[in-house]
Structure formats: structure tokens, C-alpha cells
């Protein structure tokens, strides 16, 4: 068994098919076969089921799956940490980011930290809170922003912002004027509302348990600029992050009564080794996010 097998083997499982795993990693298909049957062999078990194109793992194959990944994991961290005490002259530094904190919250903190480490590369995937705990997980991504309601065991975070949820009207509606608006009244309003699976979904849908009551949701969508389209346009109502649409005129935006906020972490993987590449990105927002809630308030 080598590094190489297991290194096949991962990204066969993540692909899907021996085919698309051979093109990302641009080695001929045979040879990623002929890799995985000597494996195969050696463990004397059956890692895929191969039918249809398709490679799905056996029960045999998942154990083994997560034996892969931990080792993989272990020496990408040894060679981060050799390269740390080598002193650090290039690094990659992979954050998962919910789509409306990295359109309105990120791009200047992306622009000044690579002007203060323009030898670190950044890399910023936008998924949602579910897949971003699942990507870290299993080692595609090093860290994640992730609610603080969400946060499993097998994570490690620290809390950067505090941000208010407001409700997202056309300015025409009835709520406009308003200075506040009840979680109930919100609820008994058409919604244009987020996919499951996005974090401000799910803590909204545990208001809506709390209050016992069901959401009349006319439409659904993972794009949030799309939401804030729709509710312009009378199709219905929706809830934003304050910042997502403080400077929009197009539409109004009222506190719910009670006030509603949602705080964000940053999260990686518990007892993982955190190269220096990573934790000066971790410095870097903590430090970043003080100025923005000094400004906030100010």
C-alpha cells in the first residue's frame, strides 16, 4: 500500500467515476485501475462497486475511506508544519464562506490581507453551512465561516461577527414605515426564501418552530441576489443580513421585534494542526473584524 494508491482511491470516491478522477489528477485511467486493483488485492477486499461507469464504494470501502483521508490528512499537515519550520515563503490558505458573507463582508478583508502576505495564496469557496462543515471534515478546505448555533464537536472556532437579521421588503409594502416586525407577522407573509442547507435558513426555521406556526415560502433559491430581485419585485418578502442591503434603496429593511442576530465563527478541524499560513489568516479576520464593529457602531 502506498500514498499514491490512497491518493487514487480518495479521488475516485470524490469524482465518482475512475475516469473523472484520472482527468483531475492527469494520470491515464489504466493506470489509476491497475493502482486500485493491486489495492484491492493487498486488503484482499472490494473497495467499488463498478457497474454503469459508476464507482460507488462498498461497506468495505467506506470503512476504509476514512482511513485513507486521515492518513492523507496527517502528512499534508506534516508537510505544512515542515514548512513552517522552515520558515514560511508560500502557503494556501482554503476558507469556506456562505455566498452573502463573501459578497458583502469579505472582498476588502481578501484585498488587505494579500497586500500584508501577497506570498500566501487565498483561496474562497462559497458553499453552504452544511457543506462547509462536511469540506472540512474531509480535508478539502482548511477552515470554514460557519453560524454559531452549528457548531459540531469535531470543530474548533472562535467568534469573529455579530450581525443583525432584518426583514427585506419592497418599499411599497405595508412593513415599510413600520420600526419593527414580529417574528409571527413575518411568518404569515408570502416568502421568497433560501435552499436548506444555508445557514440563515436554518436558524429561521427554528423561530419558525418556536413559534408554531408554517412559513408561507412561494419561492425557494440557493442565489441570494436573486431573493433580493424577487422581493423588489412584489413577489414577496424575505431576511437579509443587515449589511446585504443597509445602502440598497430599492428596498426597506426593518429590525423583527425581538431584535434577531446571527453570529458567525471561524471553524476548523479540532485537534489539526493549524499551519502559520492559516492562523495568520485567523489573526488577520479577528483583527479586521474589530475595526468593522468599532465602525459599526460608531
Known amino acids: ?9 480518495v479521488e475516485i470516491v470524490k469524482q465518482g467515476s475512475f475516469t473523472k478522477a484520472a482527468e483531475q489528477l492527469h494520470v491515464a485511467q489504466p493506470s489509476i485501475s491497475v493502482a486500485i486493483k493491486t489495492l484491492e488485492d493487498e486488503l484482499g477486499l472490494a473497495l467499488f462497486n463498478r457497474r454503469d461507469r459508476k464507482a460507488t464504494l462498498t461497506d468495505e470501502g467506506e470503512v476504509f475511506l476514512g482511513h485513507a483521508q486521515g492518513v492523507l490528512a496527517s502528512l499534508e499537515a506534516a508537510r505544512q508544519e515542515m514548512a513552517d519550520l522552515r520558515g514560511l515563503v508560500a502557503g494556501e490558505v482554503r ?10 463582508f469579505l472582498p476588502d478583508i481578501i484585498c488587505a490581507f494579500i497586500q500584508r502576505y501577497p506570498h500566501l495564496r487565498l483561496s474562497i469557496f462559497g458553499e453552504g453551512a452544511w457543506r462547509i462543515q462536511k ?15 452549528t457548531i459540531p464537536d469535531d470543530l474548533e472556532a ?19 414605515g413600520r420600526q419593527s416586525v ?29 413559534n408554531g406556526g408554517t412559513p408561507r415560502i412561494v419561492f425557494e433559491t440557493n442565489l441570494f441576489s436573486l431573493v433580493k430581485s424577487l422581493v423588489r ?6 431576511a437579509f443580513l443587515r449589511m446585504v442591503v443597509v445602502e440598497d434603496d430599492e428596498v ?47
Open 182 to 210: 414580529s417574528f409571527k407577522e413575518f411568518m404569515a407573509e408570502p416568502l421568497v426564501f433560501y435552499k436548506e442547507g444555508y445557514y440563515l435558513r436554518e436558524l429561521i426555521e427554528e423561530l419558525f418552530k418556536e
Open 158 to 176: 472562535r467568534h469573529f461577527l455579530r450581525e443583525e437579521v432584518v426583514v427585506c421588503v419592497p418599499p411599497g409594502h405595508r412593513f415599510a
Open 95 to 104: 476558507v469556506g464562506v456562505p455566498p452573502m458573507i463573501s459578497a458583502y
Open 1 to 9: 500500500m502506498d500514498i499514491r494508491q490512497l491518493r487514487f482511491f
Open 252 to 298: 426597506a429593511a426593518i429590525p423583527f421585534d425581538p431584535p434577531f442576530y446571527l453570529d458567525l465563527e471561524i471553524a476548523w478541524k479540532k485537534n489539526a494542526y493549524l499551519s502559520k499560513a492559516n492562523q495568520a489568516f485567523v489573526d488577520f479576520l479577528l483583527e479586521r473584524t474589530k475595526v468593522f464593529a468599532t465602525e459599526q457602531q460608531a
Open 135 to 149: 469540506m472540512i471534515s474531509i480535508g478539502e478546505i482548511d477552515m470554514g465561516v460557519i453560524a454559531s448555533r
Open 233 to 238: 419585485r412584489g413577489l414577496g418578502i424575505s
